[in-house]
Structures are given as structure tokens and as C-alpha cells.
T-cell receptor, first 112, second 114 residues
């Protein structure tokens, strides 16, 4: 079974720009969660999607948004980028919320 | 909001020594998961605990969930160099209105000296 894939793997943007990250879950997994990982704050939960609906949400500003498509692929968008948004963004998929999560390799975002 | 404290932040052990990391929550949890992240890698699921007082073992790893479902621990017996990495707990708690909050601990970075 193919694992979770994320594209792109690396991204460099400047302040004020917006960015879209993509995640393809494991086949059959309908729950997709997004996380931000930084050395200072660790792993922080952004949101979770199941069957195209956002069901659970962390404490991030509205600049962070996402969506899920009918094939369970998910995208995360960050608008008006700030320097502090530089991080590794991880996507994880599972059969449903609360089950074992399988993480992708992440997208390393650098904001200059 | 839910707060999850994980200690210690770092642990250096001699190969063969035991290692324990602790996770404490300010609220009662629905479940807790443990993950391991190797340097340069992504988190890999180890176990999920759901029941009060639950204890699960995986070879040299022992996981416990507290009776009050507010704390958990991961214990590794006789560490090996392959155990190197950062161990995270991930705590899920009901946050109201039908949704759940998932909070990761900051992780314990384990170094094993051969």
C-alpha cells in the first residue's frame, strides 16, 4: 500500500504571499489531519477533515484553511504568510479520527 | 484549553539502561497515542491507549494510561541505539460541540550512548 504523500517537499515564499500544500492519504483513509511542527512549539494540530468536512480544529488563525476533495485528497492553504509560519507541515491520514495516524514526509516551508 | 506536559525534554542514557517519558494532561482524555520520530523523519505511530489503567506492551516498550485518564507513560527496558529519536504523546480530549481537540506533547528526545 502506498504511504501518505505530500507535495511539494520544499517551498520558499516571501512574507505576504499565500501557499497551498497538498496531501494524498493512504487509499481507503477518509480522515486527513494537518500539523505544524517547529523546534519551539513542537507538533501542533491544525485541523482534521473527514468526508470533505472539517470536523476538528486546533487553535490557529483563520489564515490557515484547508479542504478535502471527494477522493480524500486534502489541501492546506496559508494566506498572508508571516515569518513565523516557517515550519514543517505534516499531513496524516487514518481510517477515521482517533485511529492510528500515518504521517507523510512533510512539506518544509520557509518564509523570507 | 487543553494542556499537555511531557517530561523530560531530553534524556541521555547508556545503552542497556532503562528510559521513561511521562505525559500529563490538565483535562480528562478520551485516549492517548504515542509516536516516535527519528531524526529527519516523520512521526510513526506506536500505540493507542483508551481505557483507564490500561497497560500495553510491545517487546521492550511498556505503555500505561493512568486511572484518571489524565496521564500516561512510556517505558523502554534495556535501551538500544535503535531507540534513538523523539517520543511524543498525542492526547485527545472532547472540546465540546461534538468536536475533539488533539494536543501533542513537546516530546522527549532520547539519546543512547553505545
Amino acid at each position: 500500500k502506498a504511504g501518505v504523500t505530500q507535495t511539494p517537499r520544499y517551498l520558499i515564499k516571501t512574507r505576504g504571499q499565500q501557499v497551498t500544500l497538498s496531501c494524498s492519504p493512504i487509499s481507503g483513509h477518509r480522515s486527513v489531519s494537518w500539523y505544524q511542527q517547529t523546534p519551539g512549539q513542537g507538533l501542533q494540530f491544525l485541523f482534521e477533515y473527514f468526508s470533505e468536512t472539517q470536523r476538528n480544529k486546533g487553535n490557529f488563525p483563520g489564515r490557515f484553511s484547508g479542504r478535502q476533495f471527494s477522493n480524500s485528497r486534502s489541501e492546506m492553504n496559508v494566506s498572508t504568510l508571516e515569518l513565523g509560519d516557517s515550519a514543517l507541515y505534516l499531513c496524516a491520514s487514518s481510517l477515521r479520527w482517533g485511529n492510528e495516524q500515518f504521517f507523510g514526509p512533510g512539506t518544509r516551508l520557509t518564509v523570507l | 484549553g487543553q494542556q499537555v506536559m511531557q517530561i523530560p525534554q531530553y534524556q541521555h542514557v547508556q545503552e542497556g539502561e532503562d528510559f521513561t517519558t511521562y505525559c500529563n494532561s490538565s483535562t480528562t482524555l478520551s485516549n492517548i497515542q504515542w509516536y516516535k520520530q527519528r531524526p529527519g523523519g516523520h512521526p510513526v505511530f506506536l500505540i493507542q491507549l483508551v481505557k483507564s489503567g490500561e497497560v500495553k506492551k510491545q517487546k521492550r516498550l511498556t505503555f500505561q494510561f493512568g486511572e484518571a485518564k489524565k496521564n500516561s507513560s512510556l517505558h523502554i527496558t534495556a535501551t538500544q541505539t535503535t531507540d534513538v529519536g523523539t517520543y511524543f504523546c498525542a492526547a485527545t480530549a472532547y472540546s465540546g460541540a461534538g468536536s475533539y481537540q488533539l494536543t501533542f506533547g513537546k516530546g522527549t528526545k532520547l539519546s543512547v550512548i553505545p
